[in-house]
């Protein structure tokens, strides 16, 4: 579902930089623009809430949280078919492991927002690093990046992260690299697509017959102008990545430590106690639809602002 | 059954002594003696729908070790022992009575004269005889792991091997009369014989469909189709479809010569996911199902379904791998069991009713006793213990396996958190270390030294103390690691005894000897489950899982 | 148009060597001894011996890389470390049940997708437009497996004062108390084709919550495509220029802004078609379907590599076909891709 707007126009651009027309008639640039928009959108704003809120929760676990988590300290309290529900002390009751429900929930965003930066920020900057080369350089290393690309791309991402992860063993960090590997052949292709669709923009013509270096018009003027769809499937990754994360723990790939305080490991490992002790796996399953819906609609909002033809 | 994957059972670790290690658990024979034999009652009619946790490997179970080839083998086939209801004593089945000779090497069989095969053929001595040669003469690829398991591991050998192992011959002494005649005394041939990988098939039907042209490799084995299509054999059942995959359906055999089955067909359904049995029970969908996870027994019962418990013929226990240098110390050895709670590992992970483990074998079989050294739960003792080793600060590496429930360790995660929970309350930093059962985990505690203390368990095949202590402490293995050629000895010689009663004051010694010598902690014997419609009756649970469906009734 | 196919088949011979470059080197960075890898637990030293000489490990790497392809194209592709069953027959047994699986989710979501996103933007900024985008946002932040799961305890057991919803059955294809005859085995087709009516409604009534849980993404997906494709086009100026003479609303709505929507759609249809076969991973266990999507489950709880690798190549080359099939159907939709 990776359907980007092919490049956020001739338009764009830093004020700072370069010769070339970098604010569009208007006056306001495209970024003020787009902010001015998103702040009349009530899809954007909802959004935006979502993620404020689970990054404070997720930087803040240690000070919210009332226990320590993943300890299972109250383990003897728990038997396979009793787990206690709320109380005094355990504002939502244990888990299944017998640790504090709620701390885990908190950690829980924090773990989250752990896997979801990290396998973006390295899905994205692979990606980008072949993108540009190929966006950039062009010529045959275009061809074959670009080859290698569809080959990636012609599994689905969710095998695909299912067989890096089969590689690399079961540690917490071969299910960030995973998530990172499913998502590097879209970057690359989104940000191909959008440095070539700026080739002949005038500012790059410009640019060029100003006998500027190749690499110093890329770097310079191209790429930042290609940011817009990147940033916009960067957010929209990290709503991926939450559910991905879930999707590997499903599957028996994700986080190897029982007790650790993983959303989808919770949600996977209470699913069959729905029925007696919802509270275990509907709180886990309802976070992670709430902070992937949270990114969505940033992402798909942040589009929308950036999208000339919404510009209305 | 041998210890394997959940979904698909079939596989053969090996490599020496893993093979042994790995080797089997569970199943043998029939739930009901063939005592009376009373011709009762026809069909009650309707269908029972029992799901399985995965589709057969094939329907010819002397190529099999698994248990749910087995438990489809059960209804089709019988052997010539049985065993007694709900226990795993040995009981007559297709013979009525046997004999052993003095020197323990022969086995005379007084058959039953009322049995037929499914294909009409007369069941006889001459029968007997054809299914033992056809096991003997086994060639080549029939003779891998992957096929004749069972035959191989307790027969040790074939017609062109060296050895041959310790199968002589049998005779057909007249109709109703065949005797059997090893090289080596084993005392446990009459219990081995309740296996459903002994059972008795047609020989015409096997010649027929050409049972033994098994092709392919030995990794990429393509049965025969008398495996896939014709499995004749005694039982009450006879086969009707193999949908692969799905399920395997049969319908009663009209001339069965015991207690003719009630209802009108048997439907074994393929349902890997254990949640999803569950409420295809709730739902009406299917009759009963098999391994009942622990934690859905209580909502079961207050549902109204029917909950069967098998007696515990199974161990869990908690193993050291003495390749560590930590564990090489007998102290440390000591201070771990001081500080396990079994009692809580039973509450917080185990099925309600389990039974915690004095030593590692279940009490009713041969040898046990408790007057073994036990090591109390007491966690200042396991403190003091360790500094007295000098282990005050000891780290140790706990394998653990994901993927998977197993009768004798329903819930792993749990387990191994309870036991990590008890270790670090007495100052052991614990490092988990997960994988996947099969193949990772079973690889690396069984096939590696490459671990430090692990879960694992084991269910019986048949009523015999060397399937349990033998295959546990026989020779040195990865698996634990140590090597004790007092006890290894010891083990040899109970194994070559000739008779139950000279066995047992062995195993006692020996069951003393390895509580002392302590290479884990016997943890638990999980009650396994099994769950039904209130409207089933007549079935018999079997610790051994020796379980016919002859008088199973489901009331519309 | 021949030429278009011939070009566009060309177009994935590099893609497949490509694919089967990767797979081959994957099974070699996998950890330890790849022939032990491959046979998993049944590894014998003399199975180990036997695959190291099968894919010649031993050999120089274009060596096993030649030897590799050539099992492929021969068909052999290698058998299951699990159950020692060819991974093609795995294929085909799980074949039929995912095939019916993925067609009935897909109609699920295209017969509901194309209206709500076309009415969404035919009414747009209205609340239904709203409610319609809220809804399908939702249907791709849930996982799954969880949403599969949720719909099975509602609608399939039924819970509290909703018990009545519960009609439809948790598992498996079709009630084993029917003694259903099989010619095709797709469940459905075979009742409707020996005219076995209660075989049939049967396995449509356990296809249904299989497919819903299964085509809520595409759904979601259908909807947001075409409502963007419908507003793109109403913005076009030939529709302007149509509601300016005074067309009537429906005339146009037929014959300019439908018809010119639907192509961004019909690919969007095509590449859910080809992403179906991964979801069926995370449904088919639940619903305790023996497809593909099972079978692909099973391989990857027990990573089982040769059919792994078999299923994610099967996958693939399916998912480019289907790829290819839409281009086409495109081509036949819009002239003007053919020429370019």
Request: overall charge negative; proline content about 6%.
């Amino acid at each position: 579902m990776t359907l980007i707007a092919p490049g956020a126009g001739s338009a764009a651009g830093d004020p700072l930089e370069g010769p070339t027309a970098t604010v569009d008639e208007h006056g306001t640039s495209l970024w003020r623009g787009a902010l001015q928009r998103l702040r009349r959108d009530p899809f954007a704003i909802t959004g935006a809430l979502i993620v404020v809120v689970f990054v404070l929760v997720a930087l803040f676990a240690p000070l919210l949280a009332p226990y320590a988590p993943a300890g299972a300290q109250w383990g003897n309290q728990v038997t396979p078919s009793d787990v206690p529900g709320p109380s005094a002390d355990h504002l939502l009751g244990l888990d299944a492991f017998g640790s504090d429900l709620y701390t885990q929930l908190l950690f829980g965003a924090r773990q989250s927002l752990i896997i979801g930066v990290v396998s973006t920020g390295l899905g994205l900057a692979v990606g980008a690093l072949i993108g540009l080369l190929a966006g950039g350089i062009g010529g045959w290393v275009d061809v074959v990046l670009m080859r290698v690309v569809d080959v990636l791309l012609s599994i689905p991402s969710l095998l695909l992260a299912v067989s890096v992860a089969a590689v690399l063993g079961r540690t917490s960090i071969s299910v960030m690299i995973a998530i990172a590997a499913a998502q590097v052949p879209i970057f690359a292709r989104l940000l191909r697509g959008s440095l070539l669709a700026q080739r002949n923009a005038d500012y790059v013509l410009a640019a060029s017959s100003l006998g500027l270096r190749r690499r110093t018009v890329v770097l310079s003027h191209m790429l930042p102008n290609s940011l817009g769809p990147v940033i916009v499937q960067a957010t929209l990754v990290l709503a991926t990545a939450t559910i991905e994360v879930a999707a590997l723990s499903y599957l028996g790939l994700g986080e190897p430590n029982p007790t650790v305080a993983e959303w989808g490991r919770m949600l996977v490992k209470s699913q069959n106690r729905l029925e007696t002790d919802p509270q275990l796996a509907l709180l886990p399953g309802l976070l992670i639809a709430l902070t992937a819906l949270g990114f969505t609609l940033l992402g798909e909002a942040l589009r929308e602002a950036l999208d000339p033809k919404f510009r209305r | 059954m041998r210890r394997t994957t959940s979904r698909s059972f079939r596989v053969a670790a090996v490599l020496g002594a893993a093979a042994v290690a790995l080797a089997g658990c569970a199943e043998s024979e029939r739930e009901e003696p063939s005592a009376g034999g009373e011709k009762s009652g026809g069909a009650t009619g309707g269908t029972f729908v029992f799901a399985a946790s995965s589709d057969p490997v094939s329907l010819d179970p002397a190529f099999a070790s698994d248990g749910e080839t087995f438990r489809v083998a059960r209804q089709i086939f019988e052997g010539l022992v049985g065993t007694e209801p709900g226990t795993a004593k040995p009981a007559p089945l297709l013979a009525t009575e046997w004999e052993t000779s003095e020197d323990g090497l022969s086995y005379t069989f007084t058959l039953r004269d009322d049995v037929t095969f499914h294909d009409g053929e007369k069941f006889d001595a001459e029968a007997v005889c054809a299914n033992f040669d056809r096991w003997y003469n086994w060639k080549g690829l029939l003779q891998s792991e992957n096929l004749s398991y069972y035959y191989g591991k307790l027969f040790r050998g074939f017609a062109d091997t060296n050895p041959k192992g310790i199968y002589e011959s049998c005779a057909a002494d007249d109709a109703t009369s065949a005797t059997i005649t090893l090289t080596q005394p084993f005392a446990g041939f009459v219990q081995a014989m309740s296996l459903p990988a002994f059972s008795m098939q047609s020989p015409a039907a096997m010649e027929e469909h050409d049972a033994d042209n098994v092709g392919g490799t030995e990794d990429d084995v393509r049965f025969s189709a008398y495996a896939t299509e014709h499995p004749t054999g005694t039982g009450p059942f006879t086969f009707e479809k193999w949908q692969r995959g799905q399920q395997v359906s049969l319908v009663p055999y009209e001339d069965y010569w015991g207690d003719k089955a009630k209802v009108d067909r048997v439907v074994v359904r393929t349902i890997d996911d254990g949640n999803a049995r569950r409420q295809a029970l709730i739902n009406g969908e299917i009759d009963g199902y098999d391994l009942v996870a622990p934690g859905d027994l209580k909502g079961l019962e207050e549902d109204g379904f029917q909950i069967e418990n098998r007696d515990p013929f199974n161990i869990l226990y908690l193993a050291f791998n003495q390749a560590v240098p930590a564990l090489k110390d007998l102290k440390v050895r000591q201070a771990i069991a001081h500080a396990i709670d079994k009692e809580a590992v039973v509450t917080q992970s185990l099925p309600e009713g389990s039974k915690v483990a004095v030593t590692f074998q279940p009490e009713s079989v041969a040898g046990f006793t408790d007057e073994v050294t036990t090591y109390e739960h007491d966690p200042e003792k396991a403190k003091q213990l360790l500094a007295e080793a000098g282990q005050s600060n000891l780290t140790l590496q706990f394998n653990y396996p994901t993927g998977v429930s197993r009768p004798y360790m329903p819930t792993p995660e749990d387990t191994f958190v309870a036991i990590r929970s008890q270790l670090e309350a007495v100052g052991i930093k614990v490092t988990p270390v997960a994988d996947q059962w099969s193949p990772d985990y079973l690889d690396k505690v069984t096939g590696s030294p490459n671990h430090g203390i692990h879960l694992l368990g084991w269910t019986g095949d048949y009523d015999d103390t060397d399937n349990f202590l033998g295959v546990f402490f026989g020779q040195k293995t990865d698996e634990w690691g140590f090597d004790n050629p007092e006890l290894f000895t010891a083990l040899t010689e109970a194994r070559g005894v000739a008779t139950r009663e000279e066995q047992t004051p062995l195993y006692e010694e020996i069951n003393k000897q390895v509580m002392e010598f302590l290479p884990g902690v016997p943890i638990a014997h999980p009650v396994p489950s099994l769950a039904f419609a209130p409207e089933v009756k007549g079935y018999q649970p079997s610790p051994v899982q020796d379980e016919v469906w002859n008088n199973v009734t489901v009331e519309e | 148009m021949l030429q278009f196919v011939l070009r566009r088949l060309a177009l994935m011979v590099p893609v497949l060597i490509g694919l089967s470059l990767l797979l081959f080197a994957w099974v070699r960075a996998l950890p330890g001894d790849p022939a032990r890898a491959l046979l998993g637990q049944r590894a014998t030293a003399r199975s180990v011996e036997n695959v190291t000489r099968l894919y010649g490990f031993d050999r120089p790497l274009h060596e096993q890389y030649f030897s590799y392809v050539g099992a492929l194209l021969r068909g052999d592709f290698g058998s299951s470390t699990q159950t020692g069953q060819p991974v093609v027959d795995l294929f085909q047994n799980g074949f039929p049940a995912t095939a019916e699986l993925a067609v009935c989710a897909l109609a699920f979501a295209v017969a509901l997708g194309i209206p709500l996103g076309y009415f969404a933007a035919r009414r747009h900024g209205t609340a239904l437009d709203n409610l319609t985008v809220g809804a399908s946002l939702l249907g791709v932040v849930v996982p799954v497996f969880f949403l599969a799961y949720l719909l099975k305890l509602v609608f399939a057991i039924g819970v509290g004062p909703l018990d009545f919803l519960g009609v439809f059955p948790t598992s498996g294809r079709q009630n084993p108390r029917i003694d259903a005859t099989h010619i095709t085995d797709f469940y459905l087709l075979d009742g409707i084709l020996t005219q076995e009516w209660d075989a049939a409604w049967d396995a449509l009534l356990h296809l249904v919550l299989p497919a819903v849980a299964l085509g809520t993404i595409p759904l979601a997906i259908i909807v947001r495509i075409t409502r963007a494709a419908v507003l793109d086009v109403t913005g076009e100026d030939y529709v302007r220029t149509a509601e300016a003479k005074g067309l009537l609303r429906s005339t146009i709505s037929r014959r300019h802004v439908l018809r010119n929507a639907l192509l961004p759609v019909v690919t969007t249809v095509g590449l859910q078609a080809g992403l179906l076969l991964s979801g069926a991973v995370l449904t088919e266990t639940v619903f305790a379907i023996n497809g593909l999507g099972a079978t692909l489950f099973d391989a990857i709880t027990l990573l089982d590599y040769p059919v792994l690798q078999g299923f994610i190549l099967a996958i693939a080359l399916m998912y480019a076909l289907i790829n290819l099939t839409v281009d086409v159907l495109y081509g036949v939709i819009d002239p003007r891709v053919r020429v370019s």
